[in-house]
């Protein structure tokens, strides 16, 4: 940071303060926890995720989608707003930066690229839904029991129709108003303080509070302080696969953001010096009472928008979240909970993926149907289930695209053939006597038979008699699995019955030692390039040959 863009960061830092707290301390309360816990975060664990991050502007906290993982997978185990549930969380965020923190050292973080798009969109869209019943409820004035399921919930918040307090419904529907138009129109405006305070005030004024309108209560004044939770080792055992649910999805959604915009900027991407920026400031947050903490996309792109390109805004934000509760609790108790409702209600409206499932539907229906399939489990069954269910859709999703590679018979001309994943034209081969095949895919379990039964449609298409030789184009196989070498052996069988003569071509090296490892390189020869293996298959053979290189 220099002087000329000391302002720029000062006004980033003073925007950022207007903003998370707000929305901290609808978290906290989305989370189970009390308002403190989402001030906390805001304290050390962000100056610790500055001071070791690489991203100069990704900015992490406590999110909507962590914070709903934290009520649906710890309300199974504690009563939300009990010591024991607070201290479930501390433990769970600690266990998510002991995560980060292996995900750093031994590089894993390439496990969170199975957390494909769709994937990413039905489970953050199935956790945004079910956070909006409970922000709805805020803003009608209605009661209901959040620790519940989805279900649970919307049967509490229709029934309650009837409590509806319409001072509740006043307040919301202006606060809403003043969002969506304030972010339309004026989007530099910090809108959420704005609203916050104005309906304090109103409330403060007019005694709403005594007509029923819910506001936050006292919240304790002073510094963050440093503990540990004490709890039995089977409890820490069972936070463990919730743990491992929100430490992928901030690993795929923060390496994801924090990548785009050191590539719009021009300035250096570490993933693992992440990765363990993430992993300390959630050890600290959970030694200090708060709960775990992720990248916060909606604030990384308002801090881009507002000019800052360090991380010094959030350097301010700890300062003035904390002057705030060293001087200004008394401030937060007037706090009407309808307008907390209404400001995290709008902030998570785009988690809600519509514009994405839109896309994904015009785009792919598979893939829609994979983020609605991950939607409606996290819904309706669980956030665990719903991860759970992600990875199984990603493998299948990743079997399926390499179950069908592109499998090719080089032209004389050079260019690819027909696909051989349907009938091969009759006739097809690369020179006379001799077909070359290309495989463009690792040779594993999902695509090993449909290899085989390519290669013997391919020679059986061209005439009984008319091929002598075959030779697999490798350069794009850049490994094989144990079943699809056994798949190869029994092509080899094959293709012996047929008097047909195995070559290879264009060979990688870890893969030419990875062939005769699994025992699929005796006595074929190993070309240099396919035009090599032309020469030496069909001497006679002038002018048929692939393209030069190849």
């Given amino acids: 940071m220099t002087r000329r863009n000391f302002v720029t960061e000062l006004t980033a830092g003073v925007t ?53 993982l934290v009520a649906s997978s710890i309300g199974g185990l504690a009563a939300a707003g009990s010591a024991d549930y607070a201290t479930l969380a501390l433990a769970q965020a600690i ?21 494909s798009k769709p994937i990413l969109v039905g489970f953050v869209g199935g956790l945004a839904l079910d956070i909006m ?3 709805v409820a805020k803003m009608l004035g209605v009661k209901i029991d959040s620790g519940k399921d989805f279900i649970g919930k919307l049967v509490d918040l229709v029934g309650g129709f009837t409590t509806v307090n319409g001072w509740a419904v006043l307040i919301s529907v202006c606060a809403v108003a003043v969002l969506l138009l304030g972010r339309r129109f004026l989007r530099a405006v910090p809108w959420a303080l704005i609203v916050l305070v104005t309906t304090t005030l109103v409330v403060v004024v007019t005694g709403l509070d005594q007509q029923g309108v819910d506001v936050l209560g006292e919240v304790p004044a002073g510094p963050p302080v440093f503990t540990w939770p004490m709890i039995d080792w089977s409890l820490w055992l069972m ?20 990548r785009s915009y050191s590539e719009k900027h021009g300035y250096p991407f570490h993933a693992n010096r992440d990765l363990l920026a993430f992993g300390a400031s959630n050890i600290v947050a959970g030694a200090q009472g708060s709960f775990a903490v992720g990248s916060s996309t909606s604030r990384t792109a308002a801090m881009d928008q507002a000019g800052s390109r360090t991380q010094f805004p959030a350097l301010i934000l700890a300062a003035g979240t904390l002057l705030l509760l060293l001087f200004g609790t008394a401030l937060l108790a007037d706090i009407p909970s309808p307008a907390i409702g209404a400001i995290v209600g709008v902030a998570i409206i785009p988690l809600l993926g519509i514009r994405d499932f839109i896309d994904l539907w015009r785009k792919d229906r598979f893939e829609f149907l994979i983020g609605a399939t991950c939607f409606l489990v996290t819904l309706l069954i669980g956030s665990i ?20 590679p592109a499998i090719d018979v080089l032209e004389s001309s050079g260019d690819p053939g027909e696909s051989l994943l349907e009938d091969a034209p009759a006739g097809n081969v690369t020179a006379p006597g001799v077909i070359v095949i290309r495989l463009a895919a690792p040779l594993f379990f999902a695509n090993g038979a449909v290899f085989s039964s390519a290669v013997k449609d391919a020679i059986s298409s061209a005439g009984r008699g008319r091929v002598q030789h075959l030779v697999v184009d490798m350069e794009a196989v ?24 195995l070559a290879f071509s264009r060979v990688r090296p870890n893969t030419l030692h990875r062939l005769t ?34």
């Fill in 385 to 404: 289930p719903g991860i759970l269910v992600a990875f199984v859709l990603a493998l299948i999703n990743i079997a399926k695209r390499a179950s069908n």
């Fill in 517 to 550: 490892e699994l025992g699929l390189l005796e006595a074929e020869d190993v070309f240099a390039t396919n035009r090599e293996a032309i020469t030496n298959l069909v001497p006679s053979t002038t002018g048929s040959t692939p393209e030069k290189g190849h």
């Fill in 16 to 68: 950022l303060l207007a903003i998370a707290i707000p929305l901290n301390i609808g978290y906290a309360q989305i989370a189970g926890l009390p308002p403190t816990a989402g001030l906390y975060a805001l304290i050390v664990p962000t100056i610790v995720y500055a001071l070791i991050v690489s991203s100069r502007q990704l900015v992490a906290s406590p999110d909507a989608a962590a914070a709903a």
């Fill in 133 to 135: 019943v409970s922000q």
């Fill in 95 to 115: 266990i998510c930066g002991v995560m980060f923190v292996l995900l750093a050292i031994f590089k894993l973080g390439f496990l969170a690229n199975f957390l």
């Fill in 239 to 258: 936070l463990i696969p919730s743990a491992i649910a929100l430490t992928l999805v901030t690993t795929a959604e923060g390496l994801l953001v924090s």
């Fill in 478 to 501: 850049t490994d094989v699995d144990v079943t699809g070498a056994e798949s190869f052996v029994a092509l080899k069988h094959w293709l012996a019955g047929q008097s047909v003569s």
